[in-house]
């Protein structure tokens, strides 16, 4: 694995700064850890993101779970009305405008850690490792195989970021530390599964852009010929 440094991603949404801004001034950035899409941006910035994903400090109370909520509602509420809502280990602040939801930062429980957090350097925050954020990705494209699941570790490999077997590696590390499942035919077969239902969903022949018909096609080609062989 490569060693990068992170650095503040370019398209970084004002509300996730908003939000940020109001925890490192409340002191409670060291309750979270940076995840999702926008931690991995922080190594590899390519796409945009709009919402915010993020871990929870282990050892945390419910009392200083709901400082930290009732901290980001106040960030979001001069910005439309704010909702929060909660299911299995997931809480998500969400702020609505037109009846729609406009920006979410959302925070977990966490299953499994495989080294310490970093900081996102720009900013006092916690930040997940590469490793870790590599590995949830990974957890994520066996689990959900949704588009850009598939492009987020296309794009890695394409870096020389680490290898095809360095990013199965991490997988099976982190299903084995969380009591997961850690058969990798099986995971196989799922992204095989995903594969395909995006080529059903979405054939090559109907995207018009050519940009995007090309680089689907270079994604799905990857997969077929190289990640999954």
Not at 176 to 181: F, W
Request: charged share 25%; hydrophobic share 45%; net charge negative.
């Amino acid at each position: 694995m490569k060693n990068i440094s992170p650095r503040q991603p370019s398209q970084l949404s004002p509300y996730a700064r908003t939000c940020l801004d109001a925890l490192v001034r409340a002191n409670l950035a060291k309750r979270i850890s940076l995840g999702g899409a926008l931690g991995l941006f922080h190594y590899f910035d390519y796409r945009p993101t709009h919402d915010v994903d993020a871990w929870w400090s282990e050892a945390l109370t419910e009392a200083q779970r709901h400082e930290v909520t009732q901290t980001l509602e106040q960030a979001l509420a001069a910005h439309g009305n704010v909702r929060v809502r909660a299911w299995g280990d997931v809480v998500s602040v969400e702020l609505l405008q037109d009846g729609k939801i406009a920006f979410s930062f959302q925070i977990a429980a966490r299953s499994a850690r495989l080294e310490e957090t970093a900081s996102a350097g720009w900013i006092d925050v916690p930040l997940d490792s590469l490793t870790d954020l590599v590995a949830s990705k990974m957890v994520a494209l066996v689990e959900r195989g949704a588009p850009r699941d598939f492009l987020d570790i296309f794009t890695i490999c394409q870096a020389d970021a680490l290898s095809v077997s360095e990013c199965w590696i991490l997988w099976q590390r982190r299903q084995s530390l969380a009591g997961s499942d850690a058969d990798m035919s099986r995971a196989r077969l799922a992204i095989e599964t995903h594969l395909e239902r995006i080529a059903l969903h979405r054939p090559i022949d109907q995207i018009e852009d050519k940009t995007q018909r090309e680089q689907a096609q270079q994604v799905r080609d990857w997969y077929s010929n190289v990640f999954l062989r």
